[in-house]
């Protein structure tokens, strides 16, 4: 029988020779590392290794309503089904109308027994007797998770199994939490593991190659990198983040929106806390972190003594973590806070707002943490409060579009502006514009009007009015307007003249149109008044503009690049994300001299940038043009990554031409990268002799690097399963086969599932043996385990 590779080697070896010294196995970790997951692998290789598996599970519940051997009612329900054991079933029937009902208390009369220590040691040998007789023809595996909840009978009788083993084959395999475990469970485990009985491991951390497997095909190379490092390589997180596309902000969990799936997952930890630990810690889930006592306490509205008694329960619960000076507190992960105010009702949480902004407005916080409250505000008319929540969308357009789209709409909706209505309209426009509602944001924009003298934010409004058109389609409108705002404007100050400006060189650009020499001329004699950022646009907007004049060999376009990447390389991201326009435009005329590796670097940062503040209309600018670059670098499969990247994004915009767009790309470079690997891109190693001619030749020397484990999946995968069927045709976990598909996408130089199939369907010789479909007895288990 073949060993699963992904178990590490001290489990797979307590399968193969059983040694009598250790019958514990302990999984550690804290939550979402996989120890669910490594507990349905170990069961899995089990029973496919002859071994009788029963499985115990301790209930999500608070203390107080946990049924006594709760974590063994499964190995217990497992054991007594009649005719499953080697006990006979005269004395299966003595087992469960004697000691089985009186250890849990059931039978009449013993309820009062349950606490005598000599009634407990007797059931307790009952109950080793028991494991013993269902070891006694084949190994029996006792796997037992989620035992930090456990309740303190079942501590009891599993503290007795360890330190009075059964004869036999037997192991027991258990996973807790560390930091969530009784005194009394690590002492009685690290006791085991000091006597040479038990068996300590840890889950693996994620590679970067099991990462790649988990991801889905729409994440850009940077994001995936972020992601990786966001979640610590925790398989669970990076799932979770993976779901929204983004890791979670400490700051504003409002951003985030698990899939019920995660949501349901996240909040089995929040099963067993009180009523008054959920009410503080989805009052916690509305403040920024690290939140202090005095806040979370009025918010909650709770006095101080059950403030400290929810904070005792949510620490031992590792849901808080409580900073060195005792006064602040946070989450412990991102997700569970996200999670505590997904769940929370629209009703209370309006409430808990509100107390936040009143306190906070005391405490003259900023503008930008009073705003995420006061979005919430119902009451009728409030100048003030309009006035905040549109200064602080002004600035926060540019840290989060949908975070200032919703602040700005909530200003117009309370208040009026303060007198300056074309200000107000165009940071809602702005914002709107950024965050993909395009439609929406026209419609704002166009109440502010056309004129660029009749207000002073007339050339800003008018700006993001050709921005949005464009990105609609409607380039040849916008260029229109723009020319005519050029001709018109007068009286402009420099800033605002290179601005008008640089607009409309962007959109001639944008056309394929020739930039007039006398614009570029009047641009550059501005620049010196231009912040840094700005200069940047204006160098590589005339860059740009010089190549297509001169073909790509214009020495003056050359400089301008230069001088655009010179004055580029200081700058933050802060200090650039106003004028990623000039961003984009160098990376494309990096592209044009054949810079590849510079405009490549340009683009992943706009990417980046633009995929963290949520501009939607902007990440697929850059994701298209990073997915042509990289396809004219030789990099195939990169380009139909970001491709696919693009697409999504595209999607989450309101415009049919940006969509349509975005397709076009994916499919040109997809077919193309389709004709790449049939030409032999697909990595063969030297010295493989190969089995034939063409196509199917090439794709089954390719095929030879990939185990017979990898090479099952990737027929599997040709056929149109899914992974979860996969697993269950080899009886393996989901995991194994995400980890084996991550290796063989690597070693097959593929970036999806449709390129594993193609090459299989291209070999002449995939003809291997595939176990019979079977669901293992511990399909259950696996399902259950955490993501």
């Known amino acids: 029988m073949p060993v699963i590779s992904d178990l590490p080697t001290d489990m797979t070896e307590l399968l193969l020779e059983p040694r009598p010294s250790i ?43 946990r049924a006594p051997f709760g974590l063994f009612l499964g190995v217990m ?106 005194l009394q469970l690590h002492a009685v485990l690290n006791e085991a593991v000091r006597d040479g009985q038990s068996r300590r491991v840890v889950p693996p951390r994620l590679s970067a190659e099991e990462a790649a497997a988990l991801l889905p095909e729409d994440i850009s190379r940077v994001q995936s990198s972020l992601l990786l490092e966001e979640s610590d390589h925790n398989p669970g997180l990076l799932k979770a983040f993976a779901s929204m596309r983004l890791p979670l902000h400490p700051q504003w969990p409002s951003r985030a929106n698990l899939p019920v799936e995660a949501l349901a997952e996240v909040l089995r930890d929040f099963h067993a806390l009180s009523l008054l630990g959920w009410r503080v810690a989805r009052a916690a889930a509305i403040l920024d972190e690290p939140f202090s006592l005095n806040v979370l306490q009025a918010v909650s509205q709770v006095d101080d003594e059950e403030l400290h008694a929810a904070i005792d329960e949510l620490a031992g619960q590792d849901i808080f973590e409580v900073e060195a000076d005792a006064r602040h507190l946070r989450f412990s992960s991102s997700l569970l806070r996200a999670a505590a105010h997904q769940s929370t009702g629209p009703g209370w949480l309006l409430g808990a707002h509100a107390r ?166 009047e641009l550059l004699g501005l620049v010196e008044a231009l912040s840094a950022g700005e200069r940047v646009r204006v160098h590589a907007l005339c860059a740009m503009a010089g190549l297509r004049e001169s073909g790509g060999t214009g020495a003056r376009a050359r400089a301008q690049t230069d001088a655009a990447a010179q004055l580029l390389d200081p700058l933050r991201d802060d200090d650039l994300v106003e004028h990623m326009d000039g961003l984009f435009w160098l990376a494309r005329a990096e592209a044009e001299l054949k810079r590849t590796e510079a405009a490549i670097g340009h683009l992943e940062r706009g990417l980046s940038m633009a995929e963290g503040r949520r501009f939607h209309t902007v990440v697929p600018l850059f994701a298209g043009t990073l997915a042509r670059v990289e396809s004219g670098a030789g990099d195939p499969h990169s380009a139909v990554r970001h491709a696919s990247v693009a697409v999504t994004a595209a999607g989450r915009t309101d415009s049919l031409y940006l969509q349509e767009r975005c397709e076009g790309i994916h499919e040109e470079l997809a077919s193309g990268h389709g004709r790449a690997a049939d030409i032999g891109r697909l990595a063969v190693p030297a010295g493989v002799v190969g089995r034939g001619g063409g196509e199917a030749g090439a794709a089954a020397e390719a095929l030879d690097v990939l185990s017979k484990r990898e090479l099952q999946i990737a027929v599997l995968v040709s056929n149109g399963r899914t992974n979860s069927q996969i697993a269950r045709a080899l009886v393996v976990s989901q995991k194994t086969v995400e980890t084996h598909l991550g290796r063989i996408f690597k070693k097959l130089a593929v970036a999806s599932r449709a390129e594993v199939a193609a090459c299989v369907g291209r070999s002449q010789d995939h003809r291997v043996l595939l176990p019979r479909t079977s669901v293992g007895a511990r399909s259950l288990l696996s399902s259950q385990a955490s993501f």
């Not at 514990?24 to 009788?52: F, M, N, P, Y």
């Not at 602080?392 to 949908?402: E, K, L, Q, S, Y």
């Open 356 to 521: 936040a902004a009143r306190l906070l407005a005391r405490q003259r916080t900023d503008e930008v943490r009073l705003a995420e409250h006061l979005q919430f505000q119902i009451a009728g008319k409030d100048s003030r409060t309009s006035r905040l929540l549109l200064d602080a969308a002004a600035g926060h357009r540019w840290t989060d579009a949908m975070d200032a789209s919703a602040w700005a709409q909530a200003a117009l909706t309370i208040g009026d502006s303060g007198g300056d209505e074309a200000w107000a309209t165009t940071v809602l426009g702005s914002a709107l514009a950024l965050s993909g509602r395009l439609g929406r944001s026209l419609e704002t924009l166009q109440r502010v009007g056309g004129s660029t003298e009749s207000h002073a934010h007339g050339v800003e409004a008018l700006l993001w009015t050709a921005w949005a058109r464009r990105m609609l389609g409607e380039g040849e409108t916008a260029d229109r307007e723009l020319a005519e705002a050029v001709r018109a404007a007068s009286g402009l100050g420099p800033v605002e003249r290179a601005e008008l400006l640089a607009g409309w060189v962007s959109c001639m650009l944008h056309l394929g149109r020739p930039v007039p020499a006398e614009t570029m001329a």
């Open 77 to 182: 329900d497992d054991l007594l089904t009649r005719g499953s054991t080697g006990v006979g079933d005269e004395g299966q029937e003595g087992w469960d109308e004697g000691a089985f009902g009186g250890l849990l208390g059931l039978g009449e009369g013993t309820a009062e027994l349950r606490d005598d220590p000599v009634f407990r040691y007797q059931n307790f040998r009952v109950v080793r007797g028991l494991l013993e007789e269902a070891s006694a023809s084949r190994g029996l595996l006792i796997v037992l998770d989620d035992v930090h909840w456990a309740d303190e009978s079942s501590l009891g009788l599993l503290e007795h199994l360890v330190r009075h083993p059964p004869r036999g084959t037997v192991l027991i395999a258990l996973a807790h939490r560390p930091r969530q475990s009784s």
């Open 23 to 65: 019958h514990v196995l302990e999984v550690t970790g804290d939550r979402w590392t996989g120890k669910s997951t490594l507990l349905a692998q170990l069961a899995d290789d089990a029973e496919a290794r002859g071994w009788r598996v029963v499985v115990g599970r301790a209930a999500v519940q608070p203390s107080s309503a």
